[in-house]
């Protein structure tokens, strides 16, 4: 009987216990390189979309969230289409860079964001 009572015990206790297991879930989402600037992963699909096939820069240092631009890299506005879906970017400049787009606060002319 004391067996029975120590077996019915431990099934209990494992049946209590897979519930709250099978409950359990985590959800990630990416926001893929970024610094200052928060984009959510839809929006940076839009970005790529209409920005992406713009004309390439030629750049010999690495860039990197952060980094100076040089002089020599012609920012682009960001075109209002875009700074209605997306507020986050409005008054930074871009360019492209190894297929991505590079956004950069044009007063400083750093990195804020690299949408890959």
Known sequence: MKSFVIATAA????L??????AQTSVTTT???TTG???IAPEKRTIIRQQLGSSAPATIKEKVTVGAMVPDTVELRTVP???VSEVPSVKGHRYFVYNDNV????PKTRKVV???E
């Open 11 to 14: 099934a209990i206790g494992l």
């Open 16 to 21: 209590a216990a897979v519930p709250a297991g």
């Open 30 to 32: 990416t926001t893929e």
């Open 36 to 38: 200052s600037v928060t």
């Open 80 to 82: 209002e289409t875009i």
């Open 102 to 105: 590079v956004l950069v606060d």
């Open 113 to 115: 964001t690299i949408v």
